[in-house]
Structure formats: structure tokens, C-alpha cells
């Protein structure tokens, strides 16, 4: 078996490992050892050789001089960005010493791991770090900040993260992007659509903001931040009105049909047009188009969940589908995720039989400024991996008062020296996912795929499954599968009998065979995950929580008297954070803008180009304003996480509310109210 390591010049097959829907198979192009160039990989059956730009400039991230290559130890005052280069047993003693005396003194609740998916790959995201904080009986923590309302919200619908095959709707005849700016965040469902249209399908998109996705559209439908349960209830009610649903469906595959007849009627357009904003007529036009062109296919995005009510908005959204029959439509439905269909075995990867305490506290990520300053039993030691708290997080400026206390005993994992590394105590180099074995799974087309390491750790750097073993070894535990090999690891989540949808993946499967899909059937032949095993229109599960069991609008949180919603959206040439630190794709990117309105800007007396103060009681930032037509009145948008260097004030997440969502303990980033002005 040849390992990809060792070979010093070709190209070699890989997976992008960032936190996106597409998951691209790529080919690395190797030069002496080194990664000179990344290309798609045309044979990959969806994303078939397309990249974006981001990771076709992805050498400049790998190679940038500013990339972790040795552990360090504080040297300044914390925050303060002085380190000191030290070894990896230094760094490891370092941390067991510490923790040894917290579990003594405080217990193992005091510390917390706090991760996300700056790696998709299933062994560094939720591999041997589960397994080894579930040994250590360390907080928990609840990762709800990016899909957690949405996909509850999804579930008490469809039962789980199933929706439509994405290469069906190639044979699509409507498109509705809803909430998703997917030009940027889920290219090749446009690219898929695109072709499509070439065969007469219409796009529709529907989003706070005109941005590259709307101006693709066929027809961009504006609608006020937070009202598209709304929207989607007015819908309901010309489409039950106007008998273009399909009752047949209905009676055979739904439950609470009926009871949501009724209940729409108080939906009507005019009612609906007051809240959303959209136009009467518009309403009945996207209603009369839904309800008549087959196959309709609707892309739920995380945009519009990203708010109070974001869950109840993508239940309700998630209700359309069957409302026309459209499931049982090749190409029709819709996609929140499709993760489910590649669920692999956790229990096994992730053993939480280990945790020996069942009542261990668990932690909201979104909520982390909040518990780093105000719980009873302190967090006392954060361990930061695949993640960048300091800069993603709601209530930023919260977390970073926290961040900055003398007591916390903060380790930091990362490939460069983030916003949160700064506060660190001890800091260490990560391997890029070009370095490890890992398995990945899309959660939005059906294949999984297998990365095997192509080049060689960068300097002293070590994956995630390094650094835990290392761990588990200075602890001086003794469970075996604390120390299993990261090919182990990949056997043991794929060993999963009970699901038929993982048929014939396997580690052996995958190294041959390179992309290899769910086995999947169409959504209505299997018995859904909901209690009733039907879609559920009407849900008691929702009712048994407080929440209404019919889709419902409410209202977003006023919680102060700030003008203006705020959107602070990702961008095109970042991932989240991530790229934000890197010369070239700052300068794709080139400045932070905030989208505003042209009869605000004028009566504010805010000119295009212009840079403005824009705060609320939580904190402020100074962006660059765009004066136009994109956004609504009363409605702010900014795009992308900007690195908070010196001089700048880009922080966009100190403005952010720290609230949590109707459902799913998901984040409300896109529900904060702000005020802005020119810059005397
Ligand atoms: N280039 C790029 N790609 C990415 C990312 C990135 O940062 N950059 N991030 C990745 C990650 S982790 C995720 S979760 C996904 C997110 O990608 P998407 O699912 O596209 O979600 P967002 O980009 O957060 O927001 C999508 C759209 O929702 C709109 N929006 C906000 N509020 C509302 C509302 O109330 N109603 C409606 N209708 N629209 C609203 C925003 O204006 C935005 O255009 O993208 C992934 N891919
Ligand atoms: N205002 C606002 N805030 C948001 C959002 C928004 O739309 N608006 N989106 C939210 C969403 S949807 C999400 S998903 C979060 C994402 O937020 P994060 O999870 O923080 O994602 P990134 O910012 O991409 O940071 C990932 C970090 O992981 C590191 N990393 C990559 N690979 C590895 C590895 O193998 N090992 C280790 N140890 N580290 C690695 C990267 O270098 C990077 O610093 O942000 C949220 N924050
Ligand atoms: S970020 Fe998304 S579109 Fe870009 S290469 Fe990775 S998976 Fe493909
Ligand atoms: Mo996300």
C-alpha cells in the first residue's frame, strides 16, 4: 500500500475538511514534499472538479508564515499575545499538572472542552476527544451555534436530517433558496440549478439581502429578518384556499392536516404582507407557483434560523413539501441537512460510556461569555480546538472578559495563533486535515469519503487524535481505546450494522473506491423518525415542550429600542473565521461592509464608501457602509467574520445577542437590534 506521504512529487486525492454543505473531493497537486496546488476533482459524482476560491488558494493558508509550528507557554499578561516556545512534554505535563489539581480541588466539571467543526473529519471533530473529556468526566458541552434550531425545528417535521437526493433536482423545474446564500455557501447547488434552468427551471430566492444569490435569481422576494414562518403560513393559506394541495398526500403520508387548514386561515396575504413585508400579490404568486410547478425543490438555509424563532421558522418552512405532495416527487422536497442519511456509529466512536457521572453538567457553546463569568461551580480550564470563540461567538466582547480571567487556565489548539489563542496559556500546533486519516461525511449530498494523509505534520504540529492520546497516556489511563489508531477509529464509526443506509461504506470500501454513496431510498418508502412515523403538520412533541403544535409565527425579542435588525451574515472568501488571518483571501475580500438601506443612509446622512459606528449596549464596530437597495428598510447586513487585529474594529459578534432559539438551545445572531451612524 502506497502511504502518500512518502512519495515526494504527484497528485493525490483528498477531501476538504472545511465546515461547508459541498464537501468537494479535491486532488493535491505535490511538489518536494510540499502541496503547490489544489484543484477539484472532476470525478467526484456532485461537486465534480469545482472549487471555490477559497480553497483553491488554500496553499497560502497552509504555507502562511504566520502557521503554528511548536507548542508555547504564556510569558506576558493573559491577552496580551507574549509566548515562549516549549516542548510537547513540557506543554503535556504542563496541562495534566493543572488539571491533576482542578480534578483534586474542584472536580473534573471545572474543565470544559470547547470545540467545533474547524475540521469536518469525524476522528477530529468527535473521535478521540469524546472519548477522552467522557474518561476525564469533564463538563460537557452542547454545540448549538451553527444548525441546532433549524434542524430541531426540521425534525419535529420530517423526523431528522433527510431530505431531498441534491443530484435529483437537476430534473427541478423551481428552485427556492430560502434563507441561503448558496452562490457562497453551497455552490454546487447552484451550479446544479443553473443547469437545470437551462432546461426552464426557475430560480426564487428569498433572503433579508440582495446578495450574490439573489441577484442570480430569476426573482428575489425581500422579506423583514425573522418573518418567513410567516411568509410560509401565507402560502399555506392561498394554497389550501386555492385547492392546489395535494389531499391524497396528505391523508396518506401527514398527520394534523385538518387542524392546519384551520389553522391557516388566520394567514392571510394581507395579515402575512404586514409582517414579512413581501408584497400581496407577491404572495399569491409564489403561492400559485409552488402549487403548480412540479418538481419544486426548496434549499432551507441556516440564515433564517440563525434567530428567537428560528427553529418554528424552519418547522414550518419544512411543512410546504407535503402540503403538495412534493416528496414523492423525483426532484422535488426539500434539504435543512441530509446528514442522517450518512449517521455513522457515535456510541461507538465517541463512547460515552466512559463518562462515568450521567448528571455531568452540559454547557451551551452559545452561552460560553455567560458561564465563563457568572456560574456558581466556575469553569476553572477551557481545552479550544476546531474552533475560534473569541471571534465567532455571540456576546463576543462578553466571552472575552472571561477569556481574560487570571484563574482560567486556557489551552488553545489551533493551526495559528486565533483571536482566542491570544488569551491562551499554552498553545499547540494543529496538523491540517491534508496530514491525517480521517472519514467525512456531507450533509448535503450522500457521499462519504476518506482523506489519507498526503504530506508530512508541519513542523512540530499534532492532529487532534494525536494530542488526546498524548493526553490519555500522561494521565495514565488505562482503557485501550483511548489509545486506538486513527485506522481503528475509522473501522469502529463505520461499523454500524443498524443503519442500511451505510451499506458497503467501509474503511476498505472507501480507500478503493474513493467517494461512495448512501444507500438510500426515496423519503416516503421508509417510515419517518417522528413519533407517528408520518410527517407531522401538527406535532405534540412541540406542544409537550411549551410550544405550539401547529407552525406558528412569532415574533422576534425587542429587547431594546435600537432602530435597525442586524445581520451579520458570513462572506464569500472566509469560512467563518477561518481564512479571515490570511493575506490573499482578505484581499479576495477586500473590506467589511455593512449593507444599509438608501432612504436610511439618507436620512442619517451615511454616504456609499463611508465608514460608520454601528452599537447597542452590548458593544460596537466600525464597518464600511454600502448604500443601496439590497437590504430593507430598518435592516442592517453585514458579511464575514473579520480577524480583530490591532487597529480595527471589525468584531461583529460584540453586537450579538447571547439568547438562545425557541428550540435546539441554537444561536439568535441575526435577531440583535443596533443603531449606526457616521464617524464624526
Ligand atoms: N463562503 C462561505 N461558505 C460557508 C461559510 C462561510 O462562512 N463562508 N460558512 C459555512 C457554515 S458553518 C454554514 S452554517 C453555512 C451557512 O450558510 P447559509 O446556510 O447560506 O447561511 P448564512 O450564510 O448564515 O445565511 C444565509 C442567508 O440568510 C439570510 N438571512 C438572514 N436572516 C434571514 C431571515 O430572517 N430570513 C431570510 N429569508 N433570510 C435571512 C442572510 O442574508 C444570508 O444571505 O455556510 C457554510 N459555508
Ligand atoms: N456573527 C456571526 N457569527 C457566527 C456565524 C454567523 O453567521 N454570524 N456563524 C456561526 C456558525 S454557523 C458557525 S458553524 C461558527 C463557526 O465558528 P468556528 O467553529 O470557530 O469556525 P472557524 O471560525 O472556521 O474556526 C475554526 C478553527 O479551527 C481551526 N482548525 C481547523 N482544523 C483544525 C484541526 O484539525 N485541529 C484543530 N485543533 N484546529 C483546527 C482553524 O484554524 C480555525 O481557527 O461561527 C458562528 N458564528
Ligand atoms: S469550502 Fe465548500 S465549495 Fe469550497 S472546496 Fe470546500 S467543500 Fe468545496
Ligand atoms: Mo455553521
Not at 455552490?187 to 443547469?195: E, L, N, P, S, T
Not at 392561498?238 to 391557516?264: C, D, I, K, M, P
Not at 466556575?378 to 472571561?402: D, H, I, Q
Not at 489551533?414 to 456531507?442: C, G, H, K, Q, R
Request: hydrophobic residues 40%; proline residues 5%; charged residues 25%.
Amino acid at each position: 500500500m502506497i502511504d502518500y506521504r512518502n512519495e515526494k512529487s504527484g497528485v493525490f486525492p483528498s477531501v476538504c475538511s472545511l465546515d461547508c454543505p459541498d464537501q468537494c473531493g479535491l486532488l493535491v497537486h505535490k511538489e518536494d514534499g510540499k502541496i503547490v496546488k489544489i484543484e477539484g476533482d472532476p470525478n467526484h459524482p456532485v461537486t465534480q472538479g469545482n472549487i471555490c476560491n477559497k480553497v483553491r488558494h488554500m496553499t497560502h493558508r497552509l504555507y502562511d508564515p504566520k502557521r503554528l509550528e511548536f507548542p508555547m507557554k504564556r510569558v506576558g499578561a493573559k491577552g496580551e499575545g507574549k509566548f515562549e516556545r516549549i516542548s510537547w512534554e513540557e506543554a503535556i505535563k504542563t496541562i495534566h499538572a493543572r488539571w491533576t489539581d482542578l480534578i483534586a480541588t474542584e472536580g473534573p466539571e471545572s474543565i470544559l472542552p470547547y470545540s467545533f467543526y474547524g475540521n469536518m473529519g469525524k476522528l477530529n471533530s468527535e473521535g478521540l476527544d469524546r472519548r477522552f473529556f467522557h474518561r476525564l468526566g469533564a463538563s460537557l458541552l452542547d454545540r448549538a451555534i451553527c444548525s441546532a434550531a433549524g434542524s430541531t425545528g426540521y425534525r419535529y417535521t420530517m423526523g431528522g436530517s433527510f431530505g431531498t437526493d441534491p443530484e435529483e433536482t437537476i430534473d427541478t423545474k423551481l428552485f427556492i433558496f430560502w434563507g441561503v446564500n448558496a452562490v457562497s455557501t453551497n455552490m454546487h447547488q447552484v451550479a446544479i440549478a443553473q443547469k437545470a434552468r437551462k432546461k426552464g427551471a426557475k430560480i426564487v430566492v428569498i433572503d433579508v439581502h440582495k446578495n450574490q444569490t439573489g441577484r442570480l435569481a430569476d426573482w428575489f422576494i425581500p422579506i423583514l429578518p425573522g418573518t418567513d414562518s410567516a411568509l410560509a403560513l401565507g402560502l399555506m393559506h392561498v394554497l389550501f384556499a386555492e385547492n392546489l394541495v395535494n389531499e391524497s398526500f396528505l391523508e396518506t403520508y401527514t398527520v394534523g392536516h385538518a387542524e392546519l387548514r384551520e389553522h391557516v386561515k388566520q394567514y392571510d396575504p394581507d395579515t402575512v404582507s404586514t409582517i414579512t413585508g413581501v408584497p400581496v400579490e407577491d404572495i399569491y404568486e409564489l403561492a400559485r407557483m409552488y402549487g403548480t410547478t412540479s418538481p419544486a425543490f426548496i434549499r432551507i438555509g441556516n440564515g433564517m434560523q440563525h434567530h428567537d424563532n428560528g427553529g418554528m421558522i424552519v418547522r414550518t418552512v419544512a411543512c410546504l413539501p407535503a402540503l403538495t405532495g412534493q416528496w414523492l416527487v423525483h426532484g422535488g422536497g426539500a434539504i435543512k441537512g441530509n446528514g442522517g442519511f450518512l449517521a455513522h456509529n457515535s456510541s461507538q466512536l465517541e463512547r460515552p460510556d466512559l463518562l462515568e457521572n450521567k448528571q455531568t453538567r452540559v454547557i451551551n457553546m452559545n452561552l460560553i461569555g455567560k458561564a465563563l463569568l457568572e456560574l456558581e461551580k466556575p469553569v476553572r480550564s477551557m481545552f479550544v480546538y476546531n474552533c475560534n470563540p473569541a471571534l465567532v461567538t455571540p456576546e463576543a466582547n462578553k466571552v472575552r472578559e472571561g477569556l481574560l480571567r487570571e484563574d482560567l487556565f486556557l489551552v488553545v489548539h489551533d493551526l495559528f495563533l486565533t483571536e482566542t489563542a491570544m488569551y491562551a496559556d499554552i498553545v499547540l500546533p494543529a496538523t491540517s486535515s491534508f496530514e491525517n486519516l480521517d472519514f467525512f461525511a456531507s450533509y448535503w449530498h450522500h457521499y462519504m469519503q476518506i482523506q489519507e494523509p498526503v504530506i508530512e505534520a508541519y513542523g512540530e504540529s499534532k492532529s487532534n487524535t494525536d494530542v488526546f492520546r498524548m493526553l490519555a497516556r500522561e494521565f495514565g489511563f488505562e482503557e485501550e481505546c483511548l489509545f486506538d489508531s486513527d485506522e481503528e477509529l475509522v473501522k469502529q464509526a463505520l461499523d454500524f450494522p443498524e443503519s442500511t443506509w451505510l451499506e458497503g461504506i467501509t474503511y476498505d470500501s472507501l480507500k478503493e473506491n474513493k467517494y461512495v454513496k448512501a444507500n438510500r431510498k426515496s423519503l416516503m418508502e421508509e417510515k419517518l423518525k417522528t413519533p407517528s412515523g408520518k410527517i407531522e403538520l401538527y406535532s405534540q412533541a412541540l406542544e409537550k415542550i411549551g410550544l405550539p403544535g401547529l407552525p406558528t409565527y412569532t415574533p422576534l425579542v425587542k429587547d431594546n429600542d435600537h432602530p435597525f435588525l442586524f445581520i451579520p451574515a458570513p462572506n464569500h472568501n472566509f469560512l467563518n473565521s477561518t481564512f479571515s488571518n490570511n493575506e490573499k483571501h482578505i484581499s479576495l475580500e477586500k473590506v467589511a461592509r455593512i449593507h444599509i438601506n438608501q432612504s436610511d443612509a439618507l436620512e442619517l446622512g451615511i454616504e456609499d464608501g463611508e465608514k460608520v459606528k454601528v452599537w447597542n449596549e452590548r458593544g460596537e464596530c466600525e464597518l464600511v457602509a454600502s448604500v443601496g437597495d439590497n437590504v430593507l428598510q430598518g435592516v442592517l447586513v453585514s458579511q464575514g467574520l473579520w480577524a480583530d487585529l490591532p487597529g480595527t474594529k471589525n468584531l461583529v459578534n460584540a453586537l450579538t445577542p447571547d439568547r438562545v432559539a425557541d428550540m435546539g438551545g441554537g444561536a439568535t445572531f441575526f435577531s440583535g437590534r443596533v443603531s449606526i451612524s457616521k464617524i464624526a
